[in-house]
């Protein structure tokens, strides 16, 4: 079946400061791959999305890389503000696979705590 | 154009209470997702719908869960007789025909069972 697994948090970075997220999928097909941002006390935004190999998405000074060879896709941001402040889930959809079209798979979630 | 609306944003019920959970796809939206987020995890899928139909509700509870969505009207997650494991966080995703992959997720609602 397929599962993500994504770094542990929690986080805590000072402003400025360069992130790396890790998320590591099992996929039995081939995957879209998701960022979602969860800010206190809201639902889930889409952040990015890349729905093939190599493909980079990128929004709001995130960026992530979908990587086939190492089933990856890491969340980076050369510098993070105190809003950027979230938790972040990494998740996937397997738009060819049946019920994996539809459902989506997400990691536990990453919390990010940005100090001034 | 307002996105997926969700209410209430917080409900407390007693065990063995029911509760009853409302969600509003984004318009043009006919494809209604639930997927419930227990603290300390990741959402989890329950279940997906369209109009009149349930198409999968494979990850939902078999006893005490339903859900529906009315040709008129918001999507319901019902849970009766709750217990105390069922505080967790709901959210409901919508999406447009043919873009299953693309949900747009509500704010959830926090149910809390005393």
């Known amino acids: 079946g397929n599962s993500v697994t994504q770094m542990e948090g929690p986080v805590t970075l000072s402003e400025e400061a360069f992130l790396t997220i890790n998320c590591t999928y099992t996929?039995?097909?081939?995957?879209?791959l998701f960022w979602y941002v969860q800010y206190p006390g809201e639902g889930l935004q889409l952040l990015l999305k890349a729905t093939k190999a190599d493909d980079k998405g990128s929004n709001k000074g995130f960026e992530a890389t979908y990587r086939k060879e190492t089933t990856s896709f890491h969340l980076e941001k050369g510098s993070v503000q105190v809003s950027d402040s979230a938790v972040y889930f990494c998740?996937?959809?397997?738009?060819?696979?049946?019920?994996?079209?539809?459902?989506?798979?997400f990691g536990k979630g990453t919390k990010l705590s940005v100090i001034p | 154009n307002a996105g997926v609306m969700q209410n209430p944003r917080h409900l407390v019920r007693r065990r063995g209470q029911e509760a009853r959970l409302r969600c509003s796809p984004m318009?043009?939206?006919?494809?209604v997702y639930w997927y419930r987020q227990l603290p300390e995890e990741g959402l989890k899928f329950m279940v997906y719908?369209?109009?009149?139909?349930?198409?999968?509700e494979s990850g939902m509870p078999k006893e005490r869960f339903s859900a529906e969505f009315p040709k008129e009207g918001p999507s319901i997650l019902r849970i009766q007789q709750v217990v105390r494991g069922d505080s967790a966080a709901y959210f409901c995703a919508s999406s447009p025909q043919g873009r299953a992959h693309e949900q747009y997720f509500g704010p959830g609602t926090r149910l809390t069972v005393t």
């Open positions: 719908l369209q109009k009149e139909n349930i198409i999968d």
């Open positions: 996929a039995t097909g081939y995957p879209s």
């Open positions: 318009k043009g939206h006919s494809h």
């Open positions: 998740a996937l959809s397997d738009p060819r696979s049946g019920a994996g079209s539809y459902q989506l798979t």
